[in-house]
């Protein structure tokens, strides 16, 4: 084959080499494109760890969770399967009226095992346990004022005897009054006194429960009598 006939064929060959290269020539563009690349393979690759690792993380609290539901459902069920005696409401949403207006509210169990007595008592008092009596007093608007409270004690021998000299010998410096049966203040009542001094107002009241006699005072500052009183009645309605 003839030299120029030979360089033209080659310089063809070239050409076509040339114009069928990839078009990218700018380093930086191509630098750019492998690392993204790199990224995408690399982000790729963390994605999957994160979801084996949530997957692991997911294992490892649903299991423990699942037996305290499960330990929580048996417990339910234990509870529900007592004695009615011992299968009260912890707590419970009544409804009482305070100054004149009708008022949903939360009320706690108590029990006393000493007394062998229970009862509820509202979210905004606060229970106070004795040996001898259970003690609430008021605590509304989460501001405690322990002269108003309700004490409730058993009575035992001569009942009303006993709860006279108990008024007596706690509030010897007021003024006591036995009230008339027609003025009592609970329908359940088998005696009332009523005792004051100066801005200080006090009911006690002797009441019968399965037999078994109870005595309660109501002692509170003049200004807390239309909040505390329905409370009280509450208080003594609920026992058991």
């Not at 707590?91 to 108590?110: R, S």
């Amino acid at each position: 084959m003839p030299l120029d006939e030979y360089l033209d064929k080659r310089l063809n060959q070239l050409k076509r080499a040339y114009e069928n290269h990839p078009q990218i020539t700018n380093v930086n563009e191509l630098v750019a494109k492998i690392s993204m690349k790199k990224r995408k393979t690399f982000f790729s690759y963390i994605s999957t760890v994160a979801v084996a690792a949530v997957l692991c993380m997911f294992i490892f609290f649903a299991i423990p969770l699942n037996d305290q539901n499960r330990e929580q459902d048996e417990a339910m069920e234990n509870f529900s399967a007592e004695p009615r005696a011992e299968n009260e409401q912890m707590m419970k949403t009544d409804v009482i009226e305070i100054e004149g207006m009708k008022e949903a509210k939360t009320f706690y169990f108590v029990k006393h095992d000493h007394l062998n007595l229970s009862t509820y008592y509202p979210e905004d008092m606060l229970v106070q346990h004795e040996k001898e009596k259970l003690r609430f007093y008021a605590n509304f608007g989460n501001v405690e004022e322990k002269y108003a409270y309700v004490d409730i004690y058993k009575l035992d021998g001569e009942i009303f005897n006993e709860q006279k000299k108990r008024v007596q010998d706690v509030f010897h410096d007021y003024t006591i009054v036995e009230k008339q049966k027609t003025d009592f203040l609970f329908a359940f009542s088998e005696q009332e006194l009523s005792f004051q001094k100066g801005e200080f107002i006090g009911l006690a009241t002797v009441f019968q429960r399965e037999g078994q006699f109870f005595g309660a005072i109501i002692h509170y500052p003049a200004e807390y009598e239309e909040g505390l009183m329905p409370r009280a009645a509450k208080i003594l309605m609920e026992i058991k």
